[in-house]
Protein backbone atom coordinates (compact mmCIF):
# COMPACT_ATOMS: atom_id res chain seq x y z
CA UNK A 1 0.00 0.00 0.00
CA UNK A 2 3.10 2.31 0.71
CA UNK A 3 4.71 1.78 -2.51
CA UNK A 4 3.39 5.09 -3.73
CA UNK A 5 5.90 6.67 -1.75
CA UNK A 6 9.31 7.51 -3.91
CA UNK A 7 12.08 4.95 -2.52
CA UNK A 8 14.89 6.55 -4.45
CA UNK A 9 17.64 5.12 -2.22
CA UNK A 10 18.43 2.55 0.46
CA UNK A 11 18.51 5.06 3.37
CA UNK A 12 14.84 6.12 2.23
CA UNK A 13 13.77 2.91 2.02
CA UNK A 14 15.37 2.18 5.83
CA UNK A 15 13.35 5.37 6.56
CA UNK A 16 9.90 4.11 5.03
CA UNK A 17 10.12 0.41 6.61
CA UNK A 18 11.33 1.80 10.30
CA UNK A 19 7.96 4.47 10.33
CA UNK A 20 5.58 1.75 8.68
CA UNK A 21 7.15 -0.98 11.34
CA UNK A 22 6.34 2.07 13.70
CA UNK A 23 3.12 2.58 12.65
CA UNK A 24 2.18 -1.14 12.60
CA UNK A 25 3.58 -2.09 15.94
CA UNK A 26 1.86 0.53 18.13
CA UNK A 27 -1.15 0.30 16.13
CA UNK A 28 -1.67 4.10 15.10
CA UNK A 29 -4.47 3.65 13.33
CA UNK A 30 -6.75 2.92 16.09
CA UNK A 31 -5.59 6.29 18.16
CA UNK A 32 -6.18 8.12 14.54
CA UNK A 33 -9.73 7.00 14.37
CA UNK A 34 -10.23 7.88 17.98
CA UNK A 35 -8.93 11.00 16.88
CA UNK A 36 -11.00 11.97 14.30
CA UNK A 37 -8.02 11.13 11.43
CA UNK A 38 -10.92 8.81 9.59
CA UNK A 39 -10.55 9.55 5.69
CA UNK A 40 -14.39 8.35 3.66
CA UNK A 41 -12.32 8.58 0.00
CA UNK A 42 -8.93 9.08 -1.90
CA UNK A 43 -5.43 8.34 -0.24
CA UNK A 44 -5.49 6.81 2.81
CA UNK A 45 -4.71 8.47 6.61
CA UNK A 46 -1.91 6.05 6.73
CA UNK A 47 -0.13 6.84 3.19
CA UNK A 48 -0.30 10.44 4.21
CA UNK A 49 0.79 10.30 7.45
CA UNK A 50 3.57 7.69 6.52
CA UNK A 51 4.52 10.71 4.00
CA UNK A 52 4.85 13.67 6.32
CA UNK A 53 7.21 11.29 9.25
CA UNK A 54 9.27 10.28 6.58
CA UNK A 55 9.93 14.03 5.22
CA UNK A 56 10.81 14.80 9.02
CA UNK A 57 14.03 12.72 8.38
CA UNK A 58 15.04 14.58 5.38
CA UNK A 59 16.60 18.12 4.62
CA UNK A 60 13.14 19.30 3.01
CA UNK A 61 10.27 20.45 3.89
CA UNK A 62 7.30 18.41 2.95
CA UNK A 63 6.65 20.88 -0.30
CA UNK A 64 9.89 21.18 -1.47
CA UNK A 65 9.81 16.88 -1.17
CA UNK A 66 6.63 16.71 -3.30
CA UNK A 67 8.07 19.13 -5.81
CA UNK A 68 11.02 17.37 -6.58
CA UNK A 69 8.88 13.66 -6.70
CA UNK A 70 5.54 14.71 -7.92
CA UNK A 71 5.89 12.09 -10.72
CA UNK A 72 6.21 9.62 -8.41
CA UNK A 73 3.41 10.43 -6.14
CA UNK A 74 0.04 9.88 -6.82
CA UNK A 75 -1.47 13.12 -4.33
CA UNK A 76 -1.00 16.47 -4.53
CA UNK A 77 0.56 19.52 -2.14
CA UNK A 78 -3.05 20.36 -1.47
CA UNK A 79 -3.83 16.79 -0.03
CA UNK A 80 -1.66 16.67 2.37
CA UNK A 81 -2.21 20.10 3.64
CA UNK A 82 -5.19 19.62 3.93
CA UNK A 83 -4.69 16.76 6.21
CA UNK A 84 -2.52 19.34 8.53
CA UNK A 85 -4.92 22.10 8.42
CA UNK A 86 -8.19 19.84 9.48
CA UNK A 87 -9.64 21.48 12.54
CA UNK A 88 -11.86 18.40 13.36
CA UNK A 89 -8.80 16.53 13.91
CA UNK A 90 -7.97 16.13 18.30
CA UNK A 91 -3.99 15.64 18.02
CA UNK A 92 -4.03 16.00 21.69
CA UNK A 93 -6.17 12.84 22.42
CA UNK A 94 -3.88 11.22 19.30
CA UNK A 95 -0.50 11.86 21.02
CA UNK A 96 -1.58 10.96 24.46
CA UNK A 97 -2.91 7.56 23.26
CA UNK A 98 -0.05 6.75 20.90
CA UNK A 99 2.57 7.49 24.07
CA UNK A 100 0.39 5.55 26.74
CA UNK A 101 0.77 2.31 24.03
CA UNK A 102 4.37 2.98 23.74
CA UNK A 103 4.87 3.37 27.28
CA UNK A 104 3.17 0.55 28.55
CA UNK A 105 5.66 -1.55 26.08
CA UNK A 106 8.69 -0.04 27.74
CA UNK A 107 7.82 0.13 31.51
CA UNK A 108 8.05 -3.75 31.61
CA UNK A 109 11.94 -3.01 30.27
CA UNK A 110 12.68 -0.66 33.32
CA UNK A 111 13.40 -1.87 37.20
CA UNK A 112 11.02 -1.47 39.56
CA UNK A 113 13.47 0.63 41.64
CA UNK A 114 13.79 3.22 38.90
CA UNK A 115 11.34 6.22 39.33
CA UNK A 116 8.95 7.30 36.43
CA UNK A 117 7.85 11.00 36.37
CA UNK A 118 6.19 13.58 33.77
CA UNK A 119 8.17 17.12 32.62
CA UNK A 120 6.87 19.72 31.88
CA UNK A 121 9.32 22.65 29.96
CA UNK A 122 8.82 24.81 27.46
CA UNK A 123 10.78 26.13 24.63
CA UNK A 124 10.84 29.01 22.01
CA UNK A 125 8.75 27.87 18.21
CA UNK A 126 10.42 30.88 16.22
CA UNK A 127 8.61 32.30 13.66
CA UNK A 128 10.58 35.94 12.79
CA UNK A 129 9.77 37.14 9.95
CA UNK A 130 6.10 36.05 10.16
CA UNK A 131 3.18 38.63 9.80
CA UNK A 132 0.21 36.62 8.83
CA UNK A 133 1.00 33.64 11.27
CA UNK A 134 -2.63 32.79 13.10
CA UNK A 135 -1.81 33.53 16.73
CA UNK A 136 1.88 34.47 16.54
CA UNK A 137 3.50 37.17 19.31
CA UNK A 138 5.87 38.07 21.01
CA UNK A 139 7.50 36.30 22.87
CA UNK A 140 10.49 36.88 26.07
CA UNK A 141 12.66 34.37 25.63
CA UNK A 142 14.51 33.75 28.87
CA UNK A 143 16.87 31.91 27.68
CA UNK A 144 18.55 34.88 25.50
CA UNK A 145 20.81 37.07 27.45
CA UNK A 146 21.41 40.65 26.56
CA UNK A 147 18.97 42.42 23.88
CA UNK A 148 16.62 40.71 21.46
CA UNK A 149 15.01 39.14 24.42
CA UNK A 150 11.61 39.32 22.54
CA UNK A 151 10.86 37.03 19.28
CA UNK A 152 8.08 36.46 17.18
CA UNK A 153 6.10 33.12 17.75
CA UNK A 154 4.91 31.01 20.01
CA UNK A 155 6.27 29.50 23.62
CA UNK A 156 6.10 25.56 23.12
CA UNK A 157 4.32 24.04 26.47
CA UNK A 158 5.78 20.63 26.27
CA UNK A 159 4.69 17.82 28.53
CA UNK A 160 6.78 14.03 28.61
CA UNK A 161 7.24 10.94 30.46
CA UNK A 162 10.82 9.63 31.33
CA UNK A 163 12.47 7.03 32.93
CA UNK A 164 15.73 8.01 32.82
CA UNK A 165 16.52 5.92 29.57
CA UNK A 166 14.11 7.37 27.18
CA UNK A 167 11.87 9.59 26.90
CA UNK A 168 8.45 10.15 25.16
CA UNK A 169 7.02 13.43 24.30
CA UNK A 170 3.32 12.91 25.44
CA UNK A 171 1.26 16.28 25.11
CA UNK A 172 1.71 20.18 24.63
CA UNK A 173 0.23 23.30 23.52
CA UNK A 174 1.38 26.12 21.43
CA UNK A 175 1.04 28.80 23.71
CA UNK A 176 0.24 32.56 22.67
CA UNK A 177 0.88 36.29 24.31
CA UNK A 178 -0.77 39.09 24.59
CA UNK A 179 0.59 41.14 21.33
CA UNK A 180 -0.54 38.78 18.76
CA UNK A 181 0.60 39.27 15.08
CA UNK A 182 -2.58 38.09 14.15
CA UNK A 183 -5.78 37.20 15.91
CA UNK A 184 -7.23 33.74 16.05
CA UNK A 185 -10.05 32.32 13.36
CA UNK A 186 -13.33 31.70 14.51
CA UNK A 187 -14.60 28.58 15.35
CA UNK A 188 -17.61 26.81 16.90
CA UNK A 189 -16.91 26.11 20.32
CA UNK A 190 -17.52 22.77 20.75
CA UNK A 191 -14.85 22.07 17.91
CA UNK A 192 -11.29 20.70 18.93
CA UNK A 193 -9.76 23.45 16.71
CA UNK A 194 -11.64 25.97 18.89
CA UNK A 195 -10.37 24.13 22.25
CA UNK A 196 -6.86 24.43 20.54
CA UNK A 197 -6.99 28.10 20.38
CA UNK A 198 -8.63 28.97 23.73
CA UNK A 199 -5.98 26.87 25.14
CA UNK A 200 -3.22 28.57 23.73
CA UNK A 201 -4.23 31.95 25.16
CA UNK A 202 -4.54 30.99 28.92
CA UNK A 203 -2.43 30.87 31.58
CA UNK A 204 0.74 28.33 31.15
CA UNK A 205 0.79 27.28 34.98
CA UNK A 206 -2.87 26.30 33.92
CA UNK A 207 -2.41 24.35 30.79
CA UNK A 208 0.23 22.74 32.14
CA UNK A 209 -2.40 21.20 34.70
CA UNK A 210 -4.27 20.54 31.93
CA UNK A 211 -2.43 18.80 29.80
CA UNK A 212 -1.33 16.30 32.69
CA UNK A 213 -5.02 16.14 33.35
CA UNK A 214 -5.36 14.65 29.60
CA UNK A 215 -2.22 12.38 29.58
CA UNK A 216 -3.63 10.69 32.91
CA UNK A 217 -7.32 10.68 31.55
CA UNK A 218 -6.08 8.74 28.40
CA UNK A 219 -3.58 6.44 30.22
CA UNK A 220 -0.26 7.43 30.58
CA UNK A 221 1.14 6.65 34.05
CA UNK A 222 3.79 8.10 36.52
CA UNK A 223 4.17 8.99 40.23
CA UNK A 224 6.18 12.70 40.09
CA UNK A 225 6.25 15.09 37.89
CA UNK A 226 9.22 17.43 37.58
CA UNK A 227 9.97 20.96 36.45
CA UNK A 228 12.33 23.99 36.45
CA UNK A 229 11.80 27.19 38.71
CA UNK A 230 9.93 29.38 35.83
CA UNK A 231 6.79 26.59 36.67
CA UNK A 232 6.97 26.32 40.54
CA UNK A 233 5.06 28.18 43.11
CA UNK A 234 3.02 26.70 46.01
CA UNK A 235 -0.12 26.79 44.13
CA UNK A 236 1.63 24.67 41.06
CA UNK A 237 2.56 21.85 43.92
CA UNK A 238 -1.09 21.78 45.28
CA UNK A 239 -2.15 21.58 42.06
CA UNK A 240 -0.44 18.89 41.10
CA UNK A 241 -1.15 17.64 44.55
CA UNK A 242 -4.74 17.34 43.88
CA UNK A 243 -3.91 15.26 40.74
CA UNK A 244 -2.51 12.94 43.01
CA UNK A 245 0.80 12.58 41.85
CA UNK A 246 4.48 14.19 43.74
CA UNK A 247 6.16 17.23 42.80
CA UNK A 248 10.13 17.03 42.34
CA UNK A 249 10.86 20.69 40.93
CA UNK A 250 13.29 23.67 41.81
CA UNK A 251 12.11 26.56 43.68
CA UNK A 252 12.42 30.51 42.89
CA UNK A 253 14.42 32.36 45.52
CA UNK A 254 12.05 35.15 45.76
CA UNK A 255 10.35 37.10 48.58
CA UNK A 256 7.00 36.54 47.52
CA UNK A 257 6.37 32.83 47.65
CA UNK A 258 6.59 31.52 51.62
CA UNK A 259 6.60 28.72 53.13
CA UNK A 260 5.69 27.50 57.15
CA UNK A 261 8.69 26.64 58.60
CA UNK A 262 9.03 27.13 62.48
CA UNK A 263 5.62 28.33 62.66
CA UNK A 264 6.52 31.30 60.60
CA UNK A 265 5.75 31.96 57.01
CA UNK A 266 9.31 32.26 55.40
CA UNK A 267 10.81 32.60 52.16
CA UNK A 268 13.59 29.95 51.06
CA UNK A 269 16.15 32.87 51.36
CA UNK A 270 15.31 33.38 54.90
CA UNK A 271 14.90 29.81 55.84
CA UNK A 272 18.72 29.09 54.30
CA UNK A 273 19.91 31.49 56.85
CA UNK A 274 18.66 30.54 59.81
CA UNK A 275 20.03 27.00 59.62
CA UNK A 276 23.13 25.09 60.41
CA UNK A 277 24.65 24.29 56.63
CA UNK A 278 26.61 20.77 56.29
CA UNK A 279 29.83 20.98 55.86
CA UNK A 280 32.55 19.23 53.58
CA UNK A 281 31.90 17.72 49.97
CA UNK A 282 28.49 17.00 50.48
CA UNK A 283 25.65 16.79 47.59
CA UNK A 284 23.59 18.91 49.61
CA UNK A 285 24.02 21.81 51.89
CA UNK A 286 20.85 21.69 53.97
CA UNK A 287 17.36 19.89 53.97
CA UNK A 288 14.19 20.81 55.82
CA UNK A 289 10.73 19.85 56.05
CA UNK A 290 8.51 22.44 55.76
CA UNK A 291 4.62 23.45 54.60
CA UNK A 292 3.02 25.05 51.22
CA UNK A 293 0.18 26.38 52.60
CA UNK A 294 -3.01 26.98 50.04
CA UNK A 295 -6.16 27.86 50.54
CA UNK A 296 -5.68 26.67 54.27
CA UNK A 297 -4.35 23.56 53.21
CA UNK A 298 -0.83 22.64 54.12
CA UNK A 299 0.94 20.28 51.89
CA UNK A 300 4.40 18.79 53.26
CA UNK A 301 7.60 19.56 51.20
CA UNK A 302 11.58 18.53 51.54
CA UNK A 303 13.21 21.44 50.70
CA UNK A 304 17.20 20.40 49.47
CA UNK A 305 19.81 22.99 49.15
CA UNK A 306 22.33 22.02 46.82
CA UNK A 307 25.57 24.34 45.86
CA UNK A 308 25.32 25.45 42.38
CA UNK A 309 28.39 23.77 40.50
CA UNK A 310 28.99 26.84 38.02
CA UNK A 311 28.90 29.52 41.00
CA UNK A 312 30.18 27.81 44.23
CA UNK A 313 29.15 30.39 46.25
CA UNK A 314 25.48 30.10 45.44
CA UNK A 315 23.11 27.76 46.09
CA UNK A 316 20.01 25.84 44.36
CA UNK A 317 17.03 25.10 45.86
CA UNK A 318 15.02 21.74 45.37
CA UNK A 319 11.81 20.98 46.48
CA UNK A 320 9.78 17.44 46.51
CA UNK A 321 6.46 17.27 47.95
CA UNK A 322 6.97 13.21 48.27
CA UNK A 323 8.68 13.75 51.86
CA UNK A 324 9.83 9.83 52.01
CA UNK A 325 12.69 10.72 49.55
CA UNK A 326 15.96 11.10 50.56
CA UNK A 327 17.97 14.05 49.27
CA UNK A 328 20.10 12.10 47.15
CA UNK A 329 17.02 10.46 45.17
CA UNK A 330 15.06 14.01 45.03
CA UNK A 331 18.61 15.41 43.81
CA UNK A 332 19.03 12.18 41.11
CA UNK A 333 15.03 12.34 40.36
CA UNK A 334 15.54 16.31 39.34
CA UNK A 335 18.60 15.12 37.24
CA UNK A 336 15.74 13.05 35.14
CA UNK A 337 14.62 16.39 33.74
CA UNK A 338 17.44 17.37 31.25
CA UNK A 339 16.01 14.69 29.20
CA UNK A 340 13.41 17.26 27.91
CA UNK A 341 16.08 19.58 26.78
CA UNK A 342 17.90 16.78 24.93
CA UNK A 343 14.25 16.38 23.34
CA UNK A 344 14.38 20.41 22.42
CA UNK A 345 17.83 20.37 20.86
CA UNK A 346 16.94 16.94 18.74
CA UNK A 347 13.82 18.11 16.98
CA UNK A 348 14.57 21.72 16.74
CA UNK A 349 18.54 20.76 15.25
CA UNK A 350 17.50 17.42 13.21
CA UNK A 351 13.92 17.00 13.03
CA UNK A 352 12.73 20.55 11.84
CA UNK A 353 10.71 21.69 14.50
CA UNK A 354 9.77 25.06 14.00
CA UNK A 355 10.76 24.76 10.28
CA UNK A 356 7.24 24.36 8.87
CA UNK A 357 6.18 27.28 7.20
CA UNK A 358 2.05 27.58 6.71
CA UNK A 359 0.15 30.34 8.68
CA UNK A 360 -2.76 28.42 10.38
CA UNK A 361 -2.75 27.75 13.87
CA UNK A 362 -3.56 24.13 12.80
CA UNK A 363 -1.12 23.25 10.67
CA UNK A 364 1.79 24.53 12.80
CA UNK A 365 0.13 22.37 15.18
CA UNK A 366 0.09 19.21 13.32
CA UNK A 367 3.42 19.49 12.06
CA UNK A 368 4.63 19.41 15.20
CA UNK A 369 2.63 16.58 16.21
CA UNK A 370 4.40 14.67 13.42
CA UNK A 371 8.35 16.00 14.73
CA UNK A 372 7.07 14.38 17.85
CA UNK A 373 6.21 11.24 16.14
CA UNK A 374 9.44 10.89 14.69
CA UNK A 375 11.10 11.57 17.78
CA UNK A 376 8.92 8.53 19.32
CA UNK A 377 10.16 6.31 16.31
CA UNK A 378 13.44 7.02 17.08
CA UNK A 379 13.64 6.66 20.95
CA UNK A 380 11.56 3.53 20.77
CA UNK A 381 14.57 2.32 17.91
CA UNK A 382 16.92 3.16 19.98
CA UNK A 383 15.91 1.58 23.38
CA UNK A 384 15.29 -1.42 21.16
CA UNK A 385 19.36 -1.31 20.22
CA UNK A 386 20.59 -1.13 23.60
CA UNK A 387 17.97 -2.80 26.14
CA UNK A 388 18.52 -6.64 25.72
CA UNK A 389 15.19 -6.99 27.63
CA UNK A 390 13.61 -5.96 24.21
CA UNK A 391 14.23 -9.08 22.69
CA UNK A 392 11.58 -10.55 24.83
CA UNK A 393 11.71 -14.46 25.80
CA UNK A 394 15.08 -14.67 24.18
CA UNK A 395 17.27 -12.50 26.26
CA UNK A 396 15.66 -14.58 29.97
CA UNK A 397 16.81 -17.94 27.82
CA UNK A 398 20.39 -16.54 27.40
CA UNK A 399 20.60 -14.95 31.16
CA UNK A 400 20.02 -18.21 32.41
CA UNK A 401 22.24 -20.21 29.95
CA UNK A 402 25.24 -17.96 31.31
CA UNK A 403 24.26 -18.48 34.66
CA UNK A 404 24.67 -21.67 34.55
CA UNK A 405 27.99 -21.49 33.67
CA UNK A 406 29.80 -21.05 36.82
CA UNK A 407 32.88 -19.50 37.83
CA UNK A 408 35.30 -22.49 38.05
CA UNK A 409 34.07 -23.73 34.60
CA UNK A 410 34.64 -19.87 33.16
CA UNK A 411 38.38 -20.30 34.50
CA UNK A 412 39.02 -23.69 33.24
CA UNK A 413 38.15 -22.30 30.01
CA UNK A 414 40.70 -19.51 30.37
CA UNK A 415 43.49 -22.27 31.33
CA UNK A 416 42.69 -24.03 28.17
CA UNK A 417 42.86 -21.01 26.09
CA UNK A 418 46.15 -20.48 27.66
CA UNK A 419 47.41 -23.67 27.31
CA UNK A 420 46.25 -23.74 23.35
CA UNK A 421 48.40 -20.13 22.62
CA UNK A 422 51.18 -21.85 24.85
CA UNK A 423 51.22 -24.87 22.60
CA UNK A 424 51.70 -23.34 19.27
CA UNK A 425 54.92 -21.81 20.60
CA UNK A 426 57.25 -24.93 19.44
CA UNK A 427 60.25 -23.92 21.91
CA UNK A 428 58.39 -24.30 25.01
CA UNK A 429 57.99 -27.63 26.66
CA UNK A 430 55.55 -29.15 28.73
CA UNK A 431 57.11 -28.63 32.21
CA UNK A 432 57.32 -24.14 31.09
CA UNK A 433 53.47 -24.53 30.18
CA UNK A 434 52.48 -26.06 33.03
CA UNK A 435 54.72 -23.78 35.16
CA UNK A 436 53.00 -20.34 33.52
CA UNK A 437 49.61 -21.89 34.12
CA UNK A 438 50.60 -22.31 38.35
CA UNK A 439 51.84 -19.13 38.27
CA UNK A 440 48.69 -17.45 36.81
CA UNK A 441 46.65 -19.75 39.37
CA UNK A 442 48.78 -18.64 42.10
CA UNK A 443 48.13 -14.83 41.65
CA UNK A 444 44.02 -15.55 41.74
CA UNK A 445 42.90 -13.92 45.13
CA UNK A 446 42.71 -16.78 47.77
CA UNK A 447 38.71 -17.22 47.78
CA UNK A 448 39.00 -17.70 43.97
CA UNK A 449 41.75 -20.27 44.28
CA UNK A 450 39.94 -22.14 46.61
CA UNK A 451 36.93 -22.21 44.80
CA UNK A 452 38.27 -23.67 41.72
CA UNK A 453 40.45 -26.33 43.52
CA UNK A 454 36.96 -26.93 45.33
CA UNK A 455 34.99 -27.34 41.82
CA UNK A 456 38.23 -29.50 40.65
CA UNK A 457 38.19 -31.94 43.18
CA UNK A 458 34.34 -32.58 42.88
CA UNK A 459 34.37 -32.87 39.14
CA UNK A 460 37.14 -35.57 39.33
CA UNK A 461 35.77 -37.91 42.55
Known sequence: MLNIITQKTQDSDKILSSVDDFYSTFNLSSAARKSNMTKMKGIPFRVLFTYLICTIFSNQSAYRNHLMNKDELSFSDKTFRNLLNDGRINWSKFM???????????????????KSAFVIDDTMYVRENAKKVELAAMQ????????????????????????????????????????????????DGRSNAFKRRAKAQRKATDVAIEL??????????ANYVLFDSWFSSPVMLKKINDLKLFTVCMLKKTTTHHYLFEGKMQDVKTIFSKCRKRRGRSRYLLSVEVMAVVDRQEIP???????????????????STDIQLTENEIIELYGK????????????????????????????????????????????????????????????????ELSDISFAEAIQLLLNLFRDALESEKHLDEKII????????????????????????????
Open 96 to 114: CLLSSTIWSYITPLTSNDR
Open 140 to 187: HDHATKGKNKYKKGFKQLMLGITDGATFLPVNFSLQSGKNKVAQAKEF
Open 212 to 221: LQEALKYGVK
Open 301 to 319: VKLVYVRNRNKRNEYLVLA
Open 337 to 400: RWSIEVYFKMCKSHLRLGKYQGISYDGIFAHSVIVMVGYMILAVKHRQETDDRTIGDLFYLLVT
Open 434 to 461: NGVLSQFLEYLPAHYKNRFIEVKKTSYS
